[in-house]
């Protein structure tokens, strides 16, 4: 009897878990081309429990790090979208470090083809010491949206984006969580509290003590939306981004020019702000978007040009900026 309640409570504590994690969004640099004094190249940091999730890594990311305090060098996996210095730079430096701290768990670096390549160069040239093991891998075929990585309760997938050079957003989408458990209708059904509620929630069909059959379905309601959040920077327009971003509780987004420069972002592969706002208007169900990678020929005061421009499409817009935190709720 004590295995049974010591293991509906392991089963409860599980689902308690997945349903109600914490996920929060770190901004640790949000310029591009090159960092500015008090404007980092553009990074982000996902925290989902204890899961870290990198995405870019350019020049000085360690700083930003540091500056918010993270326990950053536990960070499970570094998603890169492009080889492009900006974006990649830091990536040695953050290699290095993390070997300071004992390590148990493999570290994960995804990204575009060359990324195994300057990784591999990078140590050997720095002949750095590592002390855990480094699992690289390369999405071939950029051009394919697919599943790049998965954890318990959530999977990262990659999609193509339209850059100078092979480049891709990403998105990270949890899986539904159970629906809200009703326990008045597993009394009604005449299943006792305890272990069995517990292997109800976990989605098992049950017997009651008098023979009775009850499945979940008769005392949960319906499954709710896990929590997404997708990244894109350095791309034109492009119709498949706004489906893939769909339904985004936190969108973020490359405005990195103003439309009058419209014609100048196109040459070099950019979104203006305003495009930005018309992917996220596009893609429907996306609760806010936060504008990222500006080009340093903006002030701070400048900014707000952006942002205004992106309001006029969708309301929902804020500037990313530097050490700002995220959270990421449930919608219920």
């Not at 959530?154 to 990270?172: A, D, E, I, N």
Request: include cysteine; charge should be neutral; hydrophobic fraction near 35%.
């Amino acid at each position: 009897m004590k295995g049974d309640i010591s293991t509906s409570k392991k089963r409860e504590s599980v689902i308690i878990s997945l349903c109600f994690m914490n996920l929060e969004a770190f901004v640790l640099g949000t310029g591009g081309m090159m960092p500015l004094p008090h404007r980092y190249l553009t990074s982000i940091l996902l925290r989902r429990e204890g899961e870290l999730f990198l995405l870019d890594c350019g020049e000085g990311t360690q700083v930003s790090l540091r500056s918010l305090n993270l326990k950053w060098k536990k960070i499970t996996t570094i998603l890169i979208s492009h080889t492009h210095a900006d974006h990649i730079t830091g990536l040695p430096g953050i290699l290095m470090l993390s070997s300071q701290v004992d390590r148990n768990e493999p570290l994960y670096i995804i990204g575009p083809p060359k990324i195994r390549e300057f990784v591999e160069l990078s140590r050997r040239v720095l002949d750095m010491y590592i002390n855990y093991e480094i699992v690289v891998r390369e999405i071939e075929d950029v051009s394919l949206p697919q599943v790049v990585f998965e954890g318990e309760g959530y999977r990262v997938r990659s999609f193509p984006l339209r850059h100078t050079k092979p480049c891709v957003g990403y998105t990270l989408e949890e899986s539904p969580r159970p629906g809200v458990f009703h326990p008045e209708k597993a009394m009604e059904l005449g299943v006792p509290r305890g272990p069995l509620w517990s292997r109800l929630q976990d989605g098992e069909v049950v017997t009651t003590p008098d023979g009775r059959q009850v499945a979940p379905a008769d005392v949960l309601g319906p499954p709710r939306k896990g929590r997404k959040v997708s990244f894109v920077t350095d791309t034109t327009y492009a119709g498949n981004i706004a489906r893939e971003v769909s339904g985004s509780d936190l969108f973020i987004c490359e405005g990195m020019f103003a439309q009058e420069l419209e014609e100048s972002a196109r040459e070099k592969k950019h979104l203006t702000a305003f495009q930005a706002a018309t992917i996220a208007k596009e893609a429907g169900e996306i609760k806010r978007m936060g504008l990222i990678h500006y080009s340093p020929r903006y002030t701070e005061r400048e900014l707000k040009q952006l942002l205004r421009e992106a309001r006029e499409v969708f309301p929902e817009t804020f500037l990313c900026r530097d050490g700002q935190v995220l959270p990421i709720p449930y919608e219920d």
